[in-house]
């Protein structure tokens, strides 16, 4: 994983610790690693102080609106690595496990369905994630044989 993280260009500052808190939360999710790693990497590229314009908080940006309830009910503290990747990663499965894989990652971004800018802005937002997730590090050269 934390070679996955710095092929994307995750800072090394806290790199391993990330690369830990997922690989956590993907096995306590039952969720692939590297699909929670490239949700985090669209996200805020593991910029665990990130907070957006539409008050979304942390490495996972956890949207304030719609999660500050919980988030203070639990006393999850969004700008801790550990806990917004867990926290992330409990959202995307809950998505997952509602609409499938793509559509879960869709709603994770704010996907509203019969609205056509949402609708664009959510397809735009998969690609990306789906770039990162199935980027193959390109392969050694063989040496010749003669």
Sequence with gaps: MDA????????????????????????????????IASVMIVESRGNPFAISGKDSIGIMQIHLPTWGRTVDREGINLLKIEDNVDFGARILKNYIRQFG???GVKRYNGFVAD????????????????????????AAPQAEEF
Excluded: M
């Design 4 to 35: 996955f993280l710095e092929r994307h260009e995750v800072g090394e500052a806290n790199r391993s610790r990330l690369a830990e808190s997922i690989v956590t939360s993907a096995r306590k999710y039952d969720l692939n690693p590297r699909l």
């Design 115 to 138: 609205d056509p800018i949402s609708q664009q802005c959510a397809q735009e937002y998969v690609a990306k994630v789906q770039r990162v997730y199935e980027f193959q590090q390109p």
């Design 101 to 103: 894989l793509w559509e």
